[in-house]
C-alpha cells in the first residue's frame, strides 16, 4: 500500500456501540489507536450508545464522542447495542468532516453508519474483532451450527460493504471463508501492545491492597468471565495443582455474569481459599497483576488474537494457552511456554506444576516472552492502520 498522502490529517469517525461501557479487549483497543492516531494529529470521532449517565455529545477519555439511543445486551458485560438514525448520523459526518469511516463492531449502529457513508461517499474501513463464539456459547449446543452460521453471513454482507477489512491476526482471516472466496481487500493487523506502559515493574503494595498471600507462587486469568473463556478449566485444574504445591494462588482479574458460578465450583471443589477474585481493575492494576503473577493461563476457546497475552509477554511473563482451535493466542507460545489440550485440567495442572516447580524455566521463557513482544509494538499497528486510510482514499 502507498501512503502518498502521509502528510494529510485525517478525521476518522470509529462505530463501536458498547465504547465505554466495557473493558473487553475491542474496546481497550481501540482507544489505544484512538489516542495513538490523536496523537499524530488526526481527529477521532467515537460513535457509540447512549446509557442513563452519557450526554448526547461529550468526550471519553479525550476523544470526542457522539451517543445515540440504545437498548444493553443480556449477559454482556455493560454492553449496549446504538440505534442511530442514518440522517443523525450523515449529520454528524458532514459536521466534523469525516474522511474515513472505522467499523469496529459490526452492530446496529454500524449498519446505519454504512448506509450514511455510502450516501456522503465517504470511504469505508472494518476491523474483524468478532467471533460467533462471543456471542452464543450461552446457546443451546444443537442451536449453536446454525447461529454461527448465520452470524458469519452476517459479518460477511457487513464487512463486504468496506473498502478493506482489518484482521488482528491470520486465524482471523481464516475464518470468513466467504469474503476470502471473494479476494475482499484485506489487511492483518495486530492489536499491539503499548510497551510503554506493558513492562516489568515494581508492584508496590498490590498485594496488600487486595488481601493477596504474598509467599505463594501466583496464576492469573485476565478477562472477561464469558463462557468462551473457559475459565472453569483453571479452578478444575486447581486442586490437582494445590495437591502438589499447596503455596499457589490464583487471581482473576475481569467481571462477567458467570463470576457467581465460577465461585460456587471453587467451592466445591474446596479450592476458594486459593482464588482471589479482583474484579474489575484500573489499567494501572491490571499492569501490576501480571508483574506480580508468576504465570499468566489464558484457557480461552476462541480468540482472534489475544491482547491479553501479548500484556503478559510484555511484562515479562511465562504463558499457558488453551491449544483451541479457534484461538489465536496458541501461536503466541514459542518458547515462552506450554500449550494445553482444550478444556483437559489434567493435562493444564501438568503444564503448571513444571512451570511451579522450575524458577530458572519461568525466568528463562519470561525473558522469551519479553523480547517476543517487542515484535508487536502498538506504533507499528498504528503505522500499518494509517497506511489503511490513505489507501483507500487514493483508491
Not at 479487549?25 to 447512549?50: C, D, N, P, Q, Y
Not at 501438568?350 to 517487542?374: F, W
Request: charged share 25%; aromatic share 10%; hydrophobic share 40%.
Amino acid at each position: 500500500m502507498q501512503d502518498n498522502n502521509k502528510d494529510k490529517k485525517l478525521n476518522i469517525a470509529m462505530i463501536c456501540d458498547p465504547i465505554g461501557d466495557s473493558k473487553a479487549g475491542v474496546i481497550l483497543s481501540t482507544l489505544r489507536f484512538a489516542k495513538l492516531l490523536g496523537e499524530r494529529g488526526h481527529k477521532i470521532v467515537f460513535i457509540g450508545a447512549r446509557l442513563k449517565d452519557h450526554k448526547k455529545y461529550g468526550h471519553y477519555e479525550g476523544i470526542k464522542t457522539y451517543r445515540f439511543r440504545s437498548l444493553p445486551v443480556p449477559k454482556s458485560g455493560g454492553w449496549s447495542l446504538a440505534f442511530p438514525t442514518v440522517k443523525e448520523l450523515k449529520k454528524v459526518f458532514k459536521e466534523e468532516n469525516i474522511n474515513v469511516v472505522h467499523i469496529i463492531l459490526p452492530m446496529s449502529g454500524s449498519i446505519m453508519a454504512i448506509k450514511a457513508a455510502r450516501a456522503l461517499n465517504i470511504k469505508i474501513v472494518a476491523h474483524s474483532h468478532s467471533q460467533p463464539e462471543n456471542l452464543f456459547m450461552d446457546m443451546p449446543k444443537f442451536a449453536r451450527p446454525t447461529l454461527y452460521k448465520l452470524w458469519n453471513s452476517y459479518l460477511a454482507w457487513t464487512y463486504g460493504r468496506s473498502e478493506m477489512l482489518i484482521y488482528p491476526s491470520k486465524l482471523a482471516h481464516s475464518l470468513l471463508e466467504k469474503l476470502n472466496k471473494k479476494n475482499h481487500p484485506s489487511v492483518i493487523i495486530s492489536n499491539g501492545i503499548n510497551t510503554d506502559h506493558f513492562k516489568p515493574v515494581l508492584i508496590g503494595d498490590f498485594f496488600e491492597r487486595f488481601e493477596i498471600p504474598k509467599n505463594t507462587t501466583k496464576l492469573l486469568y485476565v478477562g472477561r468471565l464469558f463462557p468462551e473463556k473457559s475459565i472453569h478449566t483453571i479452578i478444575e485444574a486447581l486442586p490437582h495443582i494445590v495437591k502438589k504445591h499447596p503455596d499457589t494462588h490464583f487471581m482473576i482479574v475481569g467481571i462477567g455474569h458467570l463470576k457467581q458460578k465460577l465461585e460456587k465450583l471453587a467451592e466445591k471443589l474446596k479450592v476458594d481459599r486459593y482464588i482471589t477474585f479482583l474484579g474489575l481493575v484500573s489499567e494501572e492494576d491490571k499492569i501490576f497483576a501480571y508483574n506480580a503473577c508468576d504465570i499468566f493461563i489464558l484457557p480461552s476457546l476462541a480468540e482472534l488474537e489475544g491482547m491479553v497475552v501479548l500484556e503478559a509477554m510484555a511484562c515479562g511473563k511465562p504463558i499457558i494457552i488453551s491449544d483451541a482451535e479457534m484461538s489465536a493466542s496458541r501461536f503466541f507460545v514459542e518458547d515462552n511456554g506450554f500449550l494445553f489440550k482444550t478444556q483437559d485440567e489434567k493435562h493444564l495442572a501438568e503444564q503448571a506444576i513444571q512451570l511451579i516447580a522450575d524458577l530458572e524455566l519461568r525466568q528463562k521463557m519470561g525473558k522469551v516472552s519479553l523480547g517476543r513482544s517487542k515484535d508487536f509494538d502498538i506504533q507499528r499497528s498504528v503505522d500499518k492502520l494509517e497506511e489503511v486510510y490513505y489507501f483507500v482514499l487514493e483508491k
